[in-house]
């Protein structure tokens, strides 16, 4: 009997071992197909170097994140490729905060990106998640061990405009894209916050944010973004915090983050993560 069981661990694990493999391929695959529908979305840039001098008439605190973050001269980022490690809060209830790493492309004209990551569910067991935003419509895809679909979600109205949230928030990874000229659109709330209007097509998203005294963007905020609850989208207040800034070529930027819902319990954070790598491609 004990060798009996002793043969189906072992065929059990060779088969995990393999579904796993397979899975892995699969999702690459499906992932390689993203990129290139995301890739083929860029406009070509010219190199513009920034110029700290010409802001215009944009609200002083915005005006003195980009002088803390950028350097006069520098080139523009046109696209980035981030690595993340951290954990994510796959529970709805109670918190169950499990491992994860990413990988995320990244595109600054046309706007979109694609956030490829593998969430730990149990120890050898994955979950593959890729959190979109390409030519205009918002992808959100859910896979156990790479090939076993557990949600996949695409197309315009509010997911599209949840992931165009996204992209919006995470400018402080590529500053430059928060300039005059570059699609975001700034209107004064008070000295330490300002909102940003960027529209993407038919997909127009406004984010307020805040700074700190001095002059980085500490909280990110929407009125409302599309939660997911038991398959049904719920417009929910949502933040995105950061901190740990530090510079990383011409621009600083933070190296760490906390995504929330904010509940009317109180905040409820999903993400918490930190930046392992940032490759920034520049329009020289």
Known sequence: MLTLIVILVIILALALGIVRIYGAYRWQQGTQTLRTQLEQTRVPRAPQPVDLEALGSLPAPVEQYLHTVLQPGQPLVTAVRVQHQGHFNLGTTADRWQPFTSEQRVVIQRPGFDWDACISLLPGVP????????VGEGLLQVALLGCFP?????????????????????????????LPGQGVQWKTVDQRCADATLTDGAVTVILRFRFTDQGLIDTVQAEARGRLVDGETIPTPWQGRFWHYEQRGPMRVPLAGEVAWLLPEGPKPYWRGCITRLTYELAD
């Open 127 to 134: 979950i593959y998640v890729h959190d979109a935003y390409v």
């Open 150 to 178: 557990l949600l996949t979600l695409r197309g315009p109205g509010d997911l599209a405009q949840g992931e165009l949230m996204r992209f919006l928030a995470e400018a402080a990874w590529y500053p430059t894209a928060l």
